[in-house]
């Protein structure tokens, strides 16, 4: 629509109206902007891609021409860290490699008081950057995936909440350069990188395990090295991995839990996962016991030895920890403040954690795969009937109520020792080393292997690793005539 304008809504509004409203608007940024400390320029750290595709100079929102929307678009990037451009290179509307507010005003300009005024060139027609120096990305993907779909949202999100999950899942996959704050030392350039299968936010292969190391003494007793658990498996150069304490002789990989409805599962209530706890097994005569982590005041929920109590803390670890991303102390506790690697900090803007934590705490549970055919359902009927009668469910709950509704994550989300007694495991504070959570299982068909370090390449195996507390479980499933087996198996791969 070349000439189209008269049919914008912004060229509704009476001439004299827009101009006013356009004025008062500018006068208000000017004013914010001597009030906002943090340089625009600054803002360019945060993103990293150098792509170079085409656009229309001045054109932030990719509707391919320029209006109104976009001049405020540029302004709220610059002064209020909100919008996150896909094309850097577009909203420098004079073509100087620095993106200012007088960019934001040539657009007003040109809009509302010189046609003449000149953009630089691609414009008007799309075009790649004559000078490529700031770097355009794709457009996000036009539409978000439907909701409660695998990858998808997890419920109706209105147009700013579609917005923030479509940013944050971009970024979720976009790999970080060295010169967006990336290390010094780091275990994948983007969350992505481990959290991929099925879809984006899903589970990760055995390839991108992380490795967690502790010492144990002639005894048996395991206590943490002074290093801390964890080297990382890459730095940026001119930086050395860490050095493995020469002390470490207990190995524990982890694999990378599937993203898929943590949201739902960070909106349980302490009190629902506290009324099933039983810290001594004493409760009930079937020994099980299940205990709390509290962290920092919550139970914690998250990450295989429960060391988390929300989406937000996790978000913020795993772009330090894993991407060597430092982000602003305000948010969390659980986060690099400072990392030497000579990019400012924090190197993760307000609104790239806001708009990650967003994704991650709204992607929907793995939606249930039950079999059309009768057989096939009758199967996953029979089996969930055994999961319940050979005492899955004392730790694989069904269901929780959280707030948003049932909670169908089959986890109690507490510790339990159902590891096997003949090895050694790592401990964290708090948690010993053959203490973990119990494992959700929904989307389990897409998650192999299994158990916290993979050692299970099936879900039978991972059945057949239960010890501990579970022993009468796995030697109840040992008793199963070998359909039943089937059945319970064809239930579990439903999930
Ligand atoms: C190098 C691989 C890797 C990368 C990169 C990575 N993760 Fe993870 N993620 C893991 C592993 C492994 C775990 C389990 C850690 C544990 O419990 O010991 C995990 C756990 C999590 C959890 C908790 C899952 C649960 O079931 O409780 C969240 C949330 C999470 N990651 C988010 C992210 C985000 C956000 C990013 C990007 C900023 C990211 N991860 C990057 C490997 C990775
Ligand atoms: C005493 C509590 C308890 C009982 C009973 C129990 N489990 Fe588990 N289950 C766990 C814990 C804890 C884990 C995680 C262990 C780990 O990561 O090493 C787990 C992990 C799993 C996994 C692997 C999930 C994954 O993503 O890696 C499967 C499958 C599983 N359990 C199925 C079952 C079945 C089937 C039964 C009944 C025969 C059962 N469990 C009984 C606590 C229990």
Redesign the pocket.
Known sequence: MANGNENDAATLLPRFFRHASALLLLGIFVLAYNMHSRSAIGNRAFISDVAHNEFVRGDFDGKGKLDFTDAIRSLEFQLLDLAAPTCLAALDTDDNAVIEISDAVLILRRLFLDGDTPIAPPFPEPGLDPTPDLGCREPPLPGLPEVNSLGGPDRELNDEEALSWRRGRELFGQAFSVEAGLGPLFNGDSCRACHLDPVMGG?GGIDVDVVRFAYADNGGMVTQLESGPGVSRLSIDGFNRDELDTEANVVETR?T?TLLGLGLVDRIDDSTLLANADPDGTLTPDG???RAHMVGGRVGRFG?KASMSSLKDFTADALSNELGLTVDPVHTIFAGISDGDGISDPEVSDQTFLDMTFFVAHLAPPPRRIPDEPRGKLAVEVGEKL?ET???????LPELTGQDGPVRAY??FL?????DPGRRFVNEPGVEPHE??????WG?RD?E????????ET?LD??R??F???E???V??EALGTVSKEE?IAF?ESL
């Open positions: 589970s694999q839990p099980i016991s299940g295989h999961f050979i005492g899955c469910t004392s730790c694989h986890s109690d510790l339990h020792d159902v590891a973990f959570r119990t494992a959700p299982l389990l998650t292997p299994y158990m916290h370090d993979g050692s299970a879900i991972a059945i690793a239960h501990g507390e579970a009468t479980a796995r109840q499933f319970l579990l």
